[in-house]
């Protein structure tokens, strides 16, 4: 039996490719906005859409916040793409009054599953070399270059989320934002500076920069190995 997916509608945007996409990856989809629908399904999909402090607002509005938070602490499986990955951490400075400021009082507040702030990504590469922001387009994903404990490489990654998919395969990248390191990131990309491009928590939570929906056949594999992950959990 296909499990239930829930994509989490926080009316911001077409979440179509995000249900087809994971349809066609052999889930049973229902895109809510519905906290109950949210809490009673296999798994929660988090898909990215317009600005961190609206879509925090509207979430915490709408009820979805704390269930997708218990449900995440429940080990149900979980996908939030890009800016559903963001929302992940603890603060997003995208919306919030001092933007420019990350230590502001008046962050954002996302889902504090992971910690930090999620910041602007820089114009300007360490060495003087100017990046058109935001970034959008292919780019790489391979596995993080520092980790504070055990290092992933090449023998070890990837993790179940990119299983089946080579270290350095091409995503479709589209943000102006970026996440926090830390060793809960499986991987990385480049574009004016090394950031997560994917992150894990615990052994079924995940979050992606990119967006699956919309990376060919790298992204289809990424979305079937999500939804094998939610049929074993």
């Known amino acids: ?106 962050n954002a507040h996302g889902l504090a599953v992971l910690p930090g702030v999620v910041t602007k990504m820089p114009r300007v590469d360490a060495k003087g070399l100017t990046y058109k922001i935001p970034h959008v387009g292919w780019n790489t994903v391979v596995p993080p270059t520092c980790q504070p404990t055990e290092p992933l490489d090449a023998a070890n990654f990837p993790p179940l989320l990119f299983a089946g998919i080579a270290p350095g395969e091409y995503f479709y990248f589209t943000h102006g934002y970026i996440a926090p390191s830390g060793p809960f990131v499986i991987g990385e990309t480049t574009h004016s500076v090394a950031f997560p491009s994917a992150v894990q928590y615990g052994d079924v939570a995940f979050g992606v920069q990119f967006h699956p929906e919309k990376s060919s056949d790298a992204g289809a594999q990424l979305l079937r190995n999500f939804v094998s992950i939610v049929k074993g959990a």
């Open 1 to 106: 039996m296909a499990p239930r997916i829930a994509v989490v509608d926080y009316h911001k945007g077409n979440l179509k490719s995000v249900e087809r996409g994971l349809a066609a990856a052999g889930g049973k989809v229902c895109v809510t906005d519905n906290p109950v629908a949210i809490a009673q399904a296999d798994a929660v999909v988090l898909p990215g859409v317009g600005a961190f402090a609206d879509a925090a607002a509207t979430m915490a509005a709408l009820g979805q916040t704390d269930v997708i938070r218990r449900r995440i602490a429940d080990g149900v499986p979980f996908l939030g793409i890009c800016l559903g990955m963001h929302l992940l951490f603890e603060e997003g400075v995208e919306g919030a009054p001092d933007e420019d400021d990350e230590a502001s009082s008046r």
